[in-house]
């Protein structure tokens, strides 16, 4: 398995076809998996706002007014504003926002980016990164993630995780495999779809210098069962209900 950045590409703007754009700078090979960061994804697809797109409400400058007593930063509210409208719920409000995405991700601020914004003010994620990523998929007849990158609990710094995925499943089921004292396996679900974000952040790089599609060559998934299960349903997510009830 070896990974390689995709050089040259442009900065991306709204209606830019993302997949001509990557075919004309690759030769693809059959099981290559791309990688590509959502923020190009957004910027084709016109997810690109300015502050003045949000009107704030009393709910958006309240969370705004308690985020700047805990912080000593000032707040726009219509950032929190933007958070709420890209989200199906706050999990926490304070000292951060957790939001849970339309599209089922949980991660702070809805995802909302304010880096590498040449033409607005915030980057939203894409509505449905899956199906961005089918686009790509069928556009280029290789397996696709789309990527972002994510902090942890427990842990300092963040790593790429995957937000949208198509031509592969999401991840491959060892339960029922054995390990090699013979014993059968019985919880292991490996999140591929996430491994191979991580090690494609790990290339693609951060700021300026950032590339951000990444091909991944010369891996394969095995002959093991698959699953499109990425993020924990509600009624299973015990850390999403304890969360709820904490308070700041």
């Known amino acids: 398995m070896h990974l390689f950045a995709v050089d040259g590409l442009p900065e991306i703007a709204a209606g830019d076809d993302l997949a001509a754009l990557i075919d004309a700078r690759v030769e693809f090979e059959d099981g290559d998996v791309l990688c590509v960061a959502s923020t190009v994804v957004s910027k084709a697809e016109g997810r690109s706002y300015d502050y003045e797109d949000f009107e704030a409400g009393e ?7 308690r985020l700047e007593s805990i912080t000593g930063d000032e707040k ?16 926490v409000e304070a000292p951060f926002i957790l939001a849970v995405t339309k599209f089922g991700h949980i991660t702070v601020n809805a995802g909302i980016d304010r880096s590498n914004v040449p033409d607005g003010d915030l980057l939203l994620l ?17 397996a696709v993630v789309v990527t972002d990158t994510s902090g942890r609990p427990f842990r300092y710094g963040q790593r790429g995780v995957a937000v949208g995925w198509a ?26 779809v996430d491994e191979l974000a991580g090690a494609a952040n790990l290339v693609a790089g951060e700021g300026d210098g950032g590339t951000p599609a990444v091909i991944v060559r010369d891996w ?23 969360l709820r009830d904490w308070e700041f």
């Open 126 to 142: 894409p509505e449905d990164p899956s199906a961005s990523a089918q686009r790509l998929s069928d556009a280029l007849g290789v």
């Open 167 to 192: 031509g592969m499943p999401a991840s491959r089921d060892w339960r029922g495999e054995h390990d090699r004292d013979g014993r059968e396996l019985g919880v292991t679900v490996q999140s591929v």
């Open 76 to 91: 726009d509210p219509r950032f929190a504003q933007a958070v709420i409208e890209e989200s199906e719920e706050l999990i």
């Open 220 to 242: 394969e998934f095995g002959e093991h069962d698959g699953s499109e299960n990425l993020f924990r349903d509600e009624e299973d997510d015990i850390v999403r209900e304890a």
């Open 59 to 65: 709910w958006s400058r309240d969370i705004a007014a």
